[in-house]
């Protein structure tokens, strides 16, 4: 009796236990996994509805170990994918995971963005969502079965695509003249240059904007001309000096593109870069001395930026403003603001480097063009230069009235008289304003007359001195254009004893 007794009491025990595992839904453990940290890591769509997925409508969602993570997206063509021609470059997102069911929250949207996946599964590296709902402003869109695969591990070509590349070949109907050529930008701008009739590069003026993503290998670019926006994305490969575009396409068509670097990337730059450098030449011609600009960067992302544009309609008067400078690859981006609070942007990619010459493919000074730029060792020529100056000799075209009618006294607040000999011989100072600037071996001097004040000039010269702290004498050439011929003007000017 006691034996059966402990049976039942056995039984009733199991049958309220299986009650009790029913009651409160509890699920097999293969069935109920954790994939908290199995989802950590990068995942590109590959599939979807089981249907492999256009490149041009991939996505790619980032997620780390601390709850954030982004999400990379072009939306290009697909209707079924709930797109709104989105351009999403590692857009921010938080995201939970209870056990199998995935909750993501977009950042910094205009809507209310969430994706709720209820049952994910991770093995093998893919990640299966199936079923998921996406709700927008609270109003729900159910998607249906979608297959990502682990990039994880996958090459980061961030640096590397930085450069001008030009087509090699194509398949699949990819630009199939390959007379093209990309130059990609570290602030993730690009240029497309194609042939003229000539046989030289040159790109399009009507393109309004070109901006490219780069998550992974996941790369997509847009522009806009007069037709409007355009899209395309692929898979991407690089190796060396070789890079390789894949793309599926509509009706299962694949395209590839083959390219090769034309700037190789160099490992020399950053040590060389800091101090100061000024525009020596460019495509071959030394640059007038009045469009020259100085550069001083100081190893850790600022570089000064020296510019005395002569003209009365279009001046330019940077005295070492500070901008930003990044280097990245073989890229290197100088932005910041002028002192009137325009945009300043330059882009240099380099061709060769040595301690004390920069060749660089380049737009400073708005000028497209292969710039070199040699390094100015010159020091304390902005203490040199103050005192009382009378000029010795003059060589070259001029307006001076003989050198030895002229003089200057330069001092350290940045201004500076201007004298004139008078019949009885005295030095008479001319009024208006005077500004200077020494940057190196470069002086630039600004002036205004006294009955014009809102019309300044200015002039650059090459600026030398004889030996010693305190110089005897100082030195000027610059470089000009008249009428289409090119000249030196040189001035030889001696330190005087004369007092104001």
Same mark, same amino acid.
């Given at each position: 009796?006691?034996?059966?007794?402990?049976?039942l009491?056995?039984?009733?025990?199991?049958?309220t236990?299986?009650?009790?595992l029913?009651a409160?839904?509890?699920?097999p453990?293969?069935?109920?996994?954790d994939y908290?940290?199995?989802?950590i890591?990068?995942w590109k769509?590959v599939?979807y509805?089981?249907h492999?997925?256009?490149?041009?409508?991939?996505?790619?969602?980032?997620?780390?170990n601390?709850?954030?993570?982004?999400?990379?997206?072009?939306?290009?063509?697909?209707?079924?994918?709930?797109?709104?021609?989105?351009?999403?470059?590692a857009w921010?997102?938080a995201?939970t995971?209870?056990?199998?069911?995935?909750?993501?929250l977009?950042?910094?949207?205009?809507?209310?963005?969430?994706w709720?996946?209820p049952?994910i599964?991770?093995e093998?590296?893919?990640?299966?969502?199936d079923?998921?709902t996406?709700?927008?402003n609270?109003?729900?869109?159910?998607l249906?079965?979608?297959?990502?695969?682990?990039?994880?591990?996958?090459?980061?070509?961030?640096?590397?695509?930085?450069?001008?590349?030009?087509?090699?070949?194509?398949?699949g109907?990819?630009?199939g003249d390959?007379n093209?050529?990309w130059?990609?930008?570290?602030d993730?701008?690009?240029?497309?240059l194609s042939?003229?009739?000539e046989?030289?590069?040159?790109?399009?003026?009507g393109?309004?904007?070109?901006?490219?993503?780069l998550?992974?290998d996941?790369?997509?670019?847009?522009?806009? $001309?007069?037709?409007? +926006?355009?899209?395309?994305?692929?898979d991407? =490969?690089l190796?060396? &000096? !070789?890079m390789?575009?894949? *793309?599926?396409?509509?009706?299962?068509?694949?395209d590839?593109?083959?390219?090769?670097?034309?700037?190789?990337?160099?490992?020399?730059i950053?040590?060389?870069?800091?101090?100061?450098w000024?525009?020596l030449?460019?495509?071959g011609?030394?640059?007038?001395?009045?469009e020259?600009?100085v550069?001083?960067?100081d190893?850790?992302?600022?570089?000064?930026?020296?510019?005395?544009?002569a003209?009365?309609? $279009?001046?330019?008067? +940077?005295n070492?403003?500070v901008?930003?400078? =990044?280097?990245?690859g &073989? !890229?290197?981006t100088?932005v *910041?603001?002028?002192v009137s609070?325009?945009?300043?942007?330059?882009h240099s990619?380099?061709i060769?480097?040595s301690?004390?010459?920069?060749?660089?493919?380049?737009?400073i000074?708005q000028r497209?063009?292969?710039?070199?730029?040699?390094?100015?060792?010159?020091?304390?020529n902005d203490k040199k230069?103050?005192?009382?100056?009378?000029?010795?000799?003059?060589?070259?075209?001029g307006?001076?009235?003989?050198?030895?009618?002229?003089?200057w006294?330069?001092?350290?607040?940045? =201004?500076?008289?201007y004298?004139?000999?008078d019949?009885?011989g005295n030095?008479?100072?001319?009024?208006?304003e005077?500004?200077?600037m020494?940057?190196?071996?470069?002086?630039?001097?600004?002036w205004?007359?006294?009955d014009?004040?809102q019309?300044m000039?200015?002039?650059?010269w090459d600026?030398s001195?004889?030996e010693g702290d305190?110089?005897?004498?100082?030195?000027?050439?610059?470089?000009?254009?008249?009428?289409g011929?090119?000249y030196?003007?040189t001035f030889?000017?001696?330190?005087?004893?004369?007092?104001k």
């Amino acid at each position: 009796m006691k034996k059966f007794i402990n049976k039942l009491s056995l039984s009733l025990f199991t049958f309220t236990a299986l009650l009790l595992l029913f009651a409160t839904g509890c699920k097999p453990k293969d069935e109920h996994r954790d994939y908290s940290k199995d989802l950590i890591g990068k995942w590109k769509l590959v599939n979807y509805n089981g249907h492999a997925i256009e490149t041009n409508n991939r996505t790619i969602f980032t997620f780390n170990n601390d709850n954030t993570g982004t999400q990379t997206e072009a939306s290009i063509d697909s209707v079924d994918l709930l797109t709104d021609r989105t351009w999403r470059a590692a857009w921010p997102l938080a995201y939970t995971v209870d056990q199998d069911v995935l909750t993501t929250l977009w950042q910094r949207t205009s809507d209310a963005r969430k994706w709720v996946a209820p049952k994910i599964k991770v093995e093998n590296g893919h990640l299966y969502a199936d079923p998921s709902t996406v709700f927008i402003n609270s109003l729900p869109t159910p998607l249906a079965a979608a297959e990502y695969v682990s990039v994880t591990d996958v090459a980061h070509y961030t640096e590397d695509i930085i450069g001008t590349w030009v087509g090699k070949s194509g398949s699949g109907g990819a630009y199939g003249d390959i007379n093209h050529q990309w130059v990609y930008l570290a602030d993730r701008t690009y240029q497309y240059l194609s042939k003229n009739e000539e046989g030289k590069f040159v790109q399009d003026p009507g393109d309004l904007l070109n901006e490219y993503i780069l998550d992974g290998d996941f790369f997509i670019t847009r522009w806009v $001309n007069e037709t409007g +926006e355009h899209r395309e994305a692929w898979d991407v =490969t690089l190796f060396g &000096n !070789d890079m390789i575009w894949r *793309g599926l396409r509509a009706n299962g068509v694949r395209d590839s593109f083959f390219l090769e670097r034309i700037t190789p990337v160099r490992a020399d730059i950053e040590p060389i870069l800091p101090g100061k450098w000024i525009v020596l030449l460019q495509d071959g011609d030394s640059v007038l001395t009045n469009e020259k600009s100085v550069h001083t960067f100081d190893g850790e992302g600022k570089v000064k930026y020296t510019v005395a544009q002569a003209g009365k309609l $279009n001046h330019q008067w +940077e005295n070492q403003t500070v901008l930003n400078y =990044t280097l990245m690859g &073989n !890229d290197l981006t100088e932005v *910041g603001k002028s002192v009137s609070g325009s945009d300043i942007v330059y882009h240099s990619q380099f061709i060769s480097v040595s301690p004390n010459r920069l060749e660089v493919r380049s737009n400073i000074g708005q000028r497209e063009g292969v710039i070199v730029l040699e390094r100015d060792l010159s020091v304390d020529n902005d203490k040199k230069i103050l005192g009382f100056w009378e000029g010795v000799s003059m060589e070259g075209p001029g307006t001076y009235g003989g050198a030895d009618n002229v003089a200057w006294e330069y001092f350290n607040d940045g =201004t500076y008289n201007y004298y004139t000999k008078d019949a009885e011989g005295n030095w008479v100072e001319q009024e208006g304003e005077h500004d200077y600037m020494v940057d190196g071996k470069y002086l630039a001097c600004r002036w205004a007359d006294k009955d014009d004040p809102q019309q300044m000039d200015c002039e650059w010269w090459d600026l030398s001195f004889s030996e010693g702290d305190n110089p005897e004498y100082m030195y000027w050439d610059g470089y000009r254009i008249s009428d289409g011929k090119k000249y030196h003007n040189t001035f030889t000017i001696k330190r005087s004893s004369h007092a104001k």
